[in-house]
């Protein structure tokens, strides 16, 4: 499941600062193909970051929908896309297996509600998250779902916290250490549980190459 999600929740934009001529633009390289996984039109959409920001709740994110729905649908658009702020402090508030959890006060339905409406209205749900593992996981060293090991188990420590953009206190996971690819892996699940079709995965850099790499084994 997470592999087919994480295969569609990346799109990039390139900057070109002027110090390439524009002759080296090839058309032909960027068109879509049976094998190099480019779209064949950029993803169509809505997010809440674009408006709504920091204070999404069950209530704006479905009036979204509605109106996706009822005015942009035939135009092509698709995702209602539910960025940031959907989650408690993820520095102390973690689930039993580590993930973030939904802020009840802002989706007192829980996030498979969201999901639902969405899908009803014939319209594909995306989400946001970040790369590591909480620092909540961590100070709780919480179990990994269906496995022996906890959080401290697969942190790298060495390495420190994942910061970047707008957020912290996630850190750094070792992919070669048992448990890390299950912790992924439960991930996976969480989300499938909510219905999600799309991920938005924030801050991810050359260094965080393993993270993507790990999430598409699932």
Same mark, same amino acid.
């Given at each position: 499941?997470?592999?087919?999600?994480?295969?569609?929740?990346?799109?990039?934009?390139?900057?070109?600062?002027?110090?390439?001529?524009?002759?080296?633009?090839?058309?032909?390289?960027? *068109?879509?193909?049976?094998?190099?996984?480019?779209?064949?039109?950029?993803?169509?959409?809505?997010?809440?970051?674009?408006?709504?920001?920091?204070?999404?709740? *069950?209530?704006?994110?479905?009036?979204?929908?509605?109106?996706?729905?009822?005015?942009?649908?035939?135009?092509?658009? *698709?995702? #209602?896309?539910?960025?940031?702020?959907?989650?408690?402090?993820?520095?102390?508030?973690?689930?039993?297996?580590?993930?973030? #959890?939904?802020?009840?006060?802002?989706?007192? @339905?829980?996030?498979?509600?969201?999901?639902?409406?969405?899908?009803?209205?014939?319209?594909?749900?995306?989400?946001?998250?970040?790369?590591?593992?909480?620092?909540?996981?961590?100070? /709780?060293?919480?179990?990994? *779902?269906?496995?022996?090991?906890?959080?401290?188990?697969?942190?790298?420590?060495?390495?420190? /916290?994942?910061?970047?953009? @707008?957020?912290?206190?996630?850190?750094?996971?070792?992919?070669?250490?048992?448990?890390? /690819?299950?912790?992924?892996?439960?991930?996976?699940?969480?989300?499938?549980?909510?219905? #999600?079709?799309?991920?938005?995965?924030?801050? #991810?850099?050359?260094?965080?190459?393993?993270?993507?790499?790990?999430? /598409?084994?699932?």
């Amino acid at each position: 499941m997470l592999k087919k999600i994480f295969s569609t929740m990346f799109s990039f934009s390139l900057v070109l600062s002027g110090i390439f001529s524009v002759s080296i633009l090839d058309p032909e390289e960027t *068109e879509a193909s049976s094998y190099n996984n480019l779209a064949g039109r950029p993803f169509m959409g809505w997010s809440s970051w674009s408006s709504i920001r920091k204070k999404p709740t *069950e209530k704006n994110i479905k009036a979204a929908a509605d109106i996706i729905a009822e005015k942009f649908k035939s135009h092509g658009y *698709e995702y #209602v896309n539910l960025d940031d702020y959907y989650q408690l402090d993820w520095t102390t508030n973690v689930d039993k297996y580590g993930r973030w #959890v939904v802020d009840p006060k802002k989706f007192p @339905n829980g996030m498979k509600a969201v999901g639902d409406y969405i899908h009803k209205k014939g319209l594909k749900f995306g989400l946001y998250v970040t790369l590591g593992i909480p620092k909540g996981a961590i100070d /709780q060293n919480t179990p990994i *779902e269906g496995t022996p090991y906890h959080a401290k188990d697969i942190v790298d420590f060495s390495k420190g /916290q994942k910061v970047s953009f @707008n957020y912290d206190n996630m850190f750094s996971i070792d992919f070669s250490k048992p448990g890390a /690819q299950e912790y992924i892996d439960s991930w996976a699940r969480l989300f499938a549980s909510y219905g #999600v079709d799309y991920l938005k995965i924030d801050g #991810v850099r050359n260094q965080d190459i393993p993270d993507i790499e790990y999430g /598409q084994r699932r």
